[in-house]
């Protein structure tokens, strides 16, 4: 199937960022530059705090609200977290799921983010599943390796029916935060081989129609050339998305490119 049944999904994950106030300061930015645009989804992930003065400020705009983390149970004795209901309500509509932050510093395993994975589907959320390798594995040559590992037991009883809302984001460990982005080839390949874990997970027809991001120190000046690859079909932006600037011309990237993939 032709890649230009994926729409670009350009997000924007805050992490521990903005006040309340500062969150609706760069939304209202955001919306006034790119809030009618539909031909990219936009969308931001502000921490639970801000979920809800960002849902108000973002009404009546095309842009989307994602949360960053959530609990796999609907209710219940898990003090300091939050459901897949409880994000509905504040109309969140993504979620991104086993960050490498959430791996490394919460020992998140892939069965405890599957059941996540599949909370999210069931709860009518569109995960945004992060896999990625740290610099050891690159250079040890474990690269696919490791992103099998964490596709397989991501996506442990994910069917082709949640192929329109299921989302992957290539995130390589050593690029986040660090200014090193992997090269379009780089992230093509392994993003190439994530698609083909797809297909062998949910079938070729389902399989191409997830939209796969690449993260990992995207900016301005790099989104054009990592956009223009085959498998790449959006971003998972960290310390770009904070200013309004940075991440609307990244918005403006996938947006130039989005008539060349035929949409
Ligand atoms: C991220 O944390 O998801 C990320 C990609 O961060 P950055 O863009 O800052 O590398």
């Known amino acids: 199937m032709a890649k230009s049944v994926r729409k670009f999904l350009i997000a924007g994950n805050w992490k521990m960022n903005k006040t309340a106030s500062e969150a609706v300061d760069l939304v209202s930015e955001l919306v006034g530059e790119v809030g009618k645009t539909t031909d990219v989804t936009v969308c931001v992930c502000p921490p639970f705090t801000c979920l809800e003065s960002v849902a108000r400020a973002l009404e009546g705009s095309t842009v989307r609200l994602g949360a960053q ?35 490394q510093y919460f020992a998140e395993s892939d069965e405890f983010i599957n059941k996540k994975v599949i909370a999210a589907l069931e709860g009518n959320l569109s995960p945004i599943l992060c896999v990625g390798e740290l610099l050891a594995e690159r250079e040890s040559g474990k690269t696919l390796e490791v992103i099998k590992r964490q596709i397989d037991g991501g996506l442990v009883g994910v ?19 660090t200014g090193k982005t992997a090269t379009p080839a780089m992230a093509q390949e392994a993003q190439g081989a994530i698609r083909l874990l797809l297909n062998g997970h949910l079938g070729s027809a389902a399989g191409a129609k997830v939209r796969i991001l690449y993260g990992g120190s995207m900016k301005a000046d790099n989104a054009e050339a990592l956009l223009a690859q085959p498998d790449i079909d959006g971003g998972l932006v960290g310390g770009a998305s904070l200013e309004a600037k940075s991440f609307i011309k990244i918005v403006q990237a996938a947006q130039k490119q989005a008539p060349i993939r035929g949409r």
Do not use: Q
Request: glycine share 10%; net charge negative; proline share 2%.
């Open 69 to 103: 983390n959530m609990h796999h149970e609907a209710s219940g004795a898990y003090t300091g977290e939050i459901s897949a209901g409880m994000l509905r309500t504040l109309f969140v509509n993504y979620v991104i799921l086993g960050h490498s932050e959430r791996r």
């Open 159 to 177: 069917t082709a029916a949640h192929a329109d809302r299921l989302v992957i984001a290539y995130e390589p460990v050593w690029a986040i935060g």
